[in-house]
């Protein structure tokens, strides 16, 4: 099996006894939650972005997070830096390409970063789409406006092409390496509802790189952390404030027994 809740659970294990430091250049919107969720699933977070100290910081970290969500020509340039500061040490990286299709600068940019061996792509079903070139429509900001399946041969074609795990997300996330592929359908439909759960995935996804050697199934994990605990959070939310507060206490929570019990694996 490519991917079960025992594959789960043994990293799980290891970012707990191991707390790699993640280091994220990401957006203003979403650093604390962030770093809340990294903390909350028992890893270290960072959050670095000054072009002056990222490939420094990156020779202290296990993972790397690379997130487009708020740009500047400074942070592109850091984007850059320790992008190949990660590459020259064997460090992990993650490419989150928010919102690309929506402006030139975004598309650019991601383009750009996918080309210097990110270890995953993870991104909404646009997006993916937008990376791979099958498509040359507008997107909806950071919105997807099309399902995670419509993207499975363009996430393919790009992870063939990059060399990068590439993640779909939405209703069902979708991992593959080009060939192999894994369905991951945990979580609810109220976690859309709250900004940056994305942006969280691709954090936790680079805390399972950090102590997984076996990309495809770090990636799997990563995104089955947040997908269950966001499915435990909406049993007890009425709303997406709590949501947010339930999320965290889940991450914390999370173990072994309600893995076994949730996981849904469908490819």
């Known amino acids: 099996m490519l991917f079960s809740a025992d594959h789960c659970i043994a990293i799980l294990d290891a ?121 040359a429509e507008k997107t909806k900001g950071v919105d997807s406006s099309h399902g995670s399946a419509d993207a499975l041969a363009p996430a393919r074609q790009l992870a063939k092409a990059t060399g990068a795990i590439v993640a779909v997300t939405g209703a069902t996330d979708y991992v593959t390496d080009g060939t192999r592929l894994i369905g991951l359908a945990n979580g609810h439909p109220l976690m859309a509802k709250v900004t940056g759960l994305g942006c969280t995935a691709t954090a936790l996804v680079g805390a399972a790189l950090a102590v997984e050697k076996d990309r495809l199934a770090a990636v799997a994990a990563g995104l089955s952390f947040l997908a269950i605990a966001g499915e435990i959070a909406a049993e007890k939310s009425p709303g997406p404030g709590s949501l947010q507060l339930h999320l965290l206490d889940a991450l914390h929570l999370l173990d072994a027994p309600t893995i076994r019990r949730r996981l849904k694996v469908v490819a």
């Open 15 to 135: 970012v707990r006894s191991r707390q790699p430091l993640v280091h994220n250049i990401t957006n203003y919107v979403v650093m604390n939650n962030t770093a809340n969720a990294l903390l909350a699933l028992g890893a270290s977070p960072a959050m670095v972005h000054a072009i002056e100290e990222v490939e420094e910081f990156v020779a202290l970290s296990q993972a790397l997070v690379i997130n487009i969500g708020t740009l500047s020509k400074p942070w592109i340039k850091a984007m850059d830096k320790a992008a190949g500061a990660a590459n020259a040490r064997g460090i992990p990286w993650v490419l989150d390409p928010v919102g690309a299709g929506a402006t030139a600068l975004r598309t650019d940019t991601s383009a750009d970063l996918a080309r210097l061996h990110p270890a995953c792509i993870r991104g909404n079903a646009s997006e993916i789409m937008v990376l791979a070139g099958a498509t």
